[in-house]
């Protein structure tokens, strides 16, 4: 149990375009959903918070205009990097928690190129 | 400010036992995570410690001493699978976690 799923799991785009991620809980509600940024050789860096129904909650220095989140429903969370430059290029990881459990369930990480 | 500290790389010989520490200072503990991650793969749950002591694994085991805010991940029987990042989290009093910078582990024939 406990799968979380992303798509795309890779994705090329132009500069200047949006591109949106999609994080879903498969098999259970996920009350809080983290996106995460990874640039290589680089631990995991938490871009935001979301419950949901309610506005993301961002971290310090992560641009909320331009990375896009949207939790929607207990079972999908939506990351949108809109006007995509090359230095958004990374490995964007969406992990989900459910209220009944202390684990945070990864899925499997979407990497953007932006050219 | 919040810390956790991991050694950058280390390196063992498949058959062997190695053992990863991690220092953290937070504000608030609720509890610490290890996570394994290969290389291009998100990361993947191993080890969950709330209370003081030795948790065990199979393979794995993962130590808390609160008191001195230390944490170590126990890998026995190394096999050449095993090479990947290890990544110590710990969860602070707003449920946020705190991310270690990783430990790369290599394993040698």
Not at chain 1, 31 to 39: L, P
Not at chain 1, 78 to 105: G, K, M, N, W
Not at chain 2, 76 to 89: F, H, I, N, V, W
């Amino acid at each position: 149990g406990a799968v979380v799923s992303q798509h795309p799991s890779r994705v090329i785009c132009k500069s200047g375009t949006s591109v949106k991620i999609e994080c879903r809980s498969l098999d259970f509600q996920a009350t809080t959903m983290f996106w995460y940024r990874q640039f290589p050789k680089q631990s995991l860096m938490l871009m935001a918070t979301s419950n949901e129904g309610s506005k993301a909650t961002y971290e310090q220095g992560v641009e909320k205009d331009k990375f896009l989140i949207n939790h929607a429903s207990l079972t999908l969370s939506t990351l949108t990097v809109t006007s995509a430059h090359p230095e958004d290029s990374s490995f964007y990881i969406c992990s989900a928690r459910a209220s009944f459990d202390y684990e945070q369930y990864f899925g499997p990480g979407t990497r953007l190129t932006v050219t | 400010g919040q810390n956790i500290d991991q050694p950058t790389e280390m390196t063992a010989t498949e058959g062997a036992i190695v053992q990863i520490n991690c220092t953290y200072q937070t504000s608030g503990f609720n509890g610490l995570f290890w996570y394994q991650q290969h290389a291009g793969e998100a990361p993947t749950f191993l080890s969950y410690n709330v209370l003081d002591g030795l948790e065990e694994k199979g393979r794995f085991s993962s130590f808390l001493s609160r008191s001195k805010g230390y944490s170590y991940l126990l890998l026995k029987e190394l096999q050449m699978k095993d090479s990947a990042s290890y990544l110590c989290a710990v969860r602070d009093s707003n449920y946020q976690l705190i991310w270690g910078a990783g430990t790369k582990l290599i394993i040698k024939p």
